[in-house]
């Protein structure tokens, strides 16, 4: 991912944060097959201090036998994004010399992957994945809440993913590069659309463009 120096994130809680909020990724894989990408929620687990993705696949998924184990992936996050009209921009009407452009944030992470085979971490996998997105709701799910039976016969049909990460680097994409006259244009212009997308950007630019400017 190339990143321009205004653009690059590399806050570590923060790049955390993005992979713990927007944690359905894509897997980016190279076999004999070619290139491949397959769409996986994914927990992050901190172990010695070391980051570690852990998610599943389905077994009839044959990612695990056309990729070896402890092959190097790729995987990226993505966070808020959204289209920024040159019409925002108070410098478009003096010059008209303004281009339409995508503000987003996006996480990519590198590692070697596994395989897991083993029932026990791949309950404990389960448990982590369901309890984080679960945490939100007011009477959160557990894995514990179905029939054990029931779950140990839906875990024979998974092959759980292991990816000891290597580096995560990040860009923040928010109109950093704008004169201030048009980051005020943007967030004015964002706010109008009255879309929850559109109004969640132009936070982000307040916060990350502007310092926590607050009209």
């Given at each position: ?5 205004k653009f690059?994130?590399d806050d ?5 944060d ?12 190279q076999?004999?097959?070619g290139?491949?990408?397959?769409h996986i929620?994914f ?24 990729v ?13 994004n ?9 410098t478009?009407?003096?010059?008209g ?5 995508w ?20 309950l404990?996998?389960?448990?982590n ?40 680097t ?11 006259e ?7 212009g964002?706010?109008e ?11 982000l ?5 502007l ?5």
């Open positions: 991912m190339h990143i321009p120096n690059k994130q570590a809680k923060l790049l955390e993005i992979i713990r909020q927007y944690s359905f990724a894509t897997l980016i894989t076999s004999k097959m290139l491949e990408a397959n929620p927990f992050l687990h901190q172990e010695k201090g070391k980051n570690i993705l852990q998610g599943h696949i389905a077994k009839a998924n044959p990612l695990w036998k056309n070896d184990d402890q092959s190097e992936v790729l995987i990226t996050f993505n966070g808020p959204y289209y920024i009209s040159p019409n925002y921009y108070p478009k009407k003096v010059h010399k303004a281009v339409p452009t503000n987003y944030i996006s996480v990519h992470v590198r590692g070697k992957m596994s395989y897991i085979h083993d029932n026990d971490w791949n404990a996998m389960l448990h994945l369901s309890d984080q997105h679960e945490a939100k709701h007011l009477k959160p799910w557990s894995v514990s809440d179905a029939p054990e039976d029931y779950i140990q016969k839906m875990m024979t049909a998974i092959v759980g993913l292991e990816i000891h990460v290597s580096s995560i990040g860009q923040w994409k928010l109109s950093q590069n704008q004169p201030d048009n980051k005020h244009g943007a967030i004015k964002l706010y659309e009255n879309v929850y997308e559109a109004e969640k950007m132009a936070e630019i307040k916060k990350y463009a310092g926590n400017y607050d009209e």
